[in-house]
């Protein structure tokens, strides 16, 4: 007989930062109500966030290659307050019909390849109401400059195994940004050389 715990996804990652990641979004998102969460992975900051932020409908998507992962830590928390992953290739797949306070993303710009990132911002530029805020976590380069060595090998990896991959720079996701109507309200420091930005749809 087999044990869900065994066959549950699980990102090394995603367990190191969940804490950190949840200090920087609990203030951000108390007066939301729905959030919408792209690129959700293994599901493990899907249960984590939503168990601590009880308050939030977290909704879930990511390519439907990742949703049985997904869907096995959503039903091993039993939440009541998460759904189900939504199909959301953002290049391919038609965005959700949602009504959501804020969207967050963690570790996707770098794995996504630039058409992609354009279509990420243009879409929640879309799916966000006045005042809705999209949180991104991850690493970012500044003004073309890595903000670490291991940042830089990080990079030279993500571009081996695919050319269109790698770490964004914030100047350019400024731009995107400004073209989607949303301005960087903050940029937080946090552990292993990553960031968390903070947009707000104006």
Known sequence: MSNDCEMKPFSESCEQNK????????????????VLEIGSGTGQHA???AAHLPHLLWHTSDMAENHPGINLWLAEAALPNTRPP????????PWPDLAVDAVFSANTTHIM???AVEAL?????????????FVLYGPFNYAGQYTSESNARFDQWL????????IRDVDDLKRLAV?????LL???EMPVNNRTLVWWKG
């Open 19 to 34: 804490a950190p990641i949840l200090a920087v979004i609990a203030p951000l998102f108390r007066d939301c109500r729905s």
């Open 113 to 115: 390849g630039w058409l």
């Open 179 to 183: 073209a989607a109507g949303m301005t």
């Open 186 to 188: 903050h940029d937080v």
């Open 159 to 166: 571009k081996m195994r695919d050319p269109y991959s790698g």
């Open 86 to 93: 939504l199909a959301l290739d953002v290049l391919r797949d």
């Open 47 to 49: 249960v984590h966030f």
């Open 121 to 133: 911002f243009a879409g929640i530029g879309k799916l966000l109401h006045q005042n809705g805020l």
